[in-house]
């Protein structure tokens, strides 16, 4: 069974930074899709970003040109980085890898206010 571990998330103010790091158990070495969703009380779950393997990048248009997903192979994890942060990126992320199968990890939660 794979295992996703997230860190990362808390608080921030507007226009400030955090960064989720989720790392899986393991990855298929030949396909997968890794990246991250967000759910905010009341609404659905969305996309913020996803890489593949093969480097192609999407992202949710909310976070177009503030958040910025990476992947460190070595350690299969995914890293999103947020700037200009704004209160309505409040919401819990959570990892999501697709290969064979689809994993989720817990969720963290990530806060954007004064």
């Known amino acids: 069974q794979v295992q996703l571990v997230e860190s990362g998330g808390g608080l921030a103010p507007p226009g400030g930074s955090l960064n989720l790091s989720c790392i899986a158990s393991?990855?298929?070495?030949?396909?997968?899709?890794m990246g991250w969703y967000r759910q905010a009380p009341g609404k659905q779950r969305e996309l913020v970003a996803d890489?593949?393997?093969?480097?192609?990048?999407m992202y949710g248009d909310p976070v177009k040109g503030r958040f910025t997903i990476s992947t460190d192979n070595a350690k299969n994890a995914v890293i999103l980085h947020m700037n200009d942060l704004k209160p309505e990126d409040t919401a819990v992320y959570y990892c999501?890898?697709?290969?064979?199968?689809?994993?989720w990890g817990q969720g963290t939660q990530v806060t954007v206010s004064s």
């Open positions: 890489i593949s393997k093969l480097g192609t990048v």
């Open positions: 999501d890898l697709q290969q064979s199968h689809e994993y």
């Open positions: 393991e990855r298929n070495p030949n396909f997968w899709l």
